[in-house]
Nanobody, 123 residues
Framework: VQLQAYGGGLVQGGGSLRLSCAGS????????MGWFRQAPGKEREFVAA????????YYGDSVKGRFTISRDYAKNTVYLQMNSLKPEDTAVYYC?????????????????WGQGTLVTVSS
């Protein structure tokens, strides 16, 4: 069972990136999915979460109005569209799945984790 996050890179402030997280080994269609990030020297931070049916979506305060989480059941993939990026968004971004659970901001509630993808926003 694996989650593979990709799509990170270097972008100028104000720009956009779309992260993808592809699941393999099992279907994640009944799982809540989340995105977290960790900047150097800081604790891991909740970014966004989406329920198994897509009806419940939550965002961290620092990304509300700029980031959008979505999922594609056919592709077993969750996305994070990031717009109006700021230098403070620079971090390693991780996707996670909470098996058969509801959405939560608590990282310890998630069962599966991707390896992370680095997003660097220049000023």
């Amino acid at each position: 069972v694996q989650l593979q996050a990709y799509g990170g890179g270097l972008v100028q402030g104000g720009g956009s990136l779309r992260l993808s997280c592809a699941g393999s080994g099992r279907t994640f269609s009944r799982d809540a999915m989340g995105w977290f990030r960790q900047a150097p020297g800081k604790e891991r931070e909740f970014v966004a979460a989406i329920s198994w049916n897509g009806l419940s979506i939550y965002y961290g305060d620092s990304v509300k109005g700029r980031f959008t989480i979505s999922r594609d059941y056919a592709k077993n993939t969750v996305y994070l569209q990031m717009n109006s990026l700021k230098p403070e968004d620079t971090a390693v971004y991780y996707c996670a799945a909470r098996a058969f659970g509801g959405t939560t901001q608590a990282d310890y509630e998630y069962n599966y984790w991707g390896q992370g993808t680095l997003v660097t926003v220049s000023s």
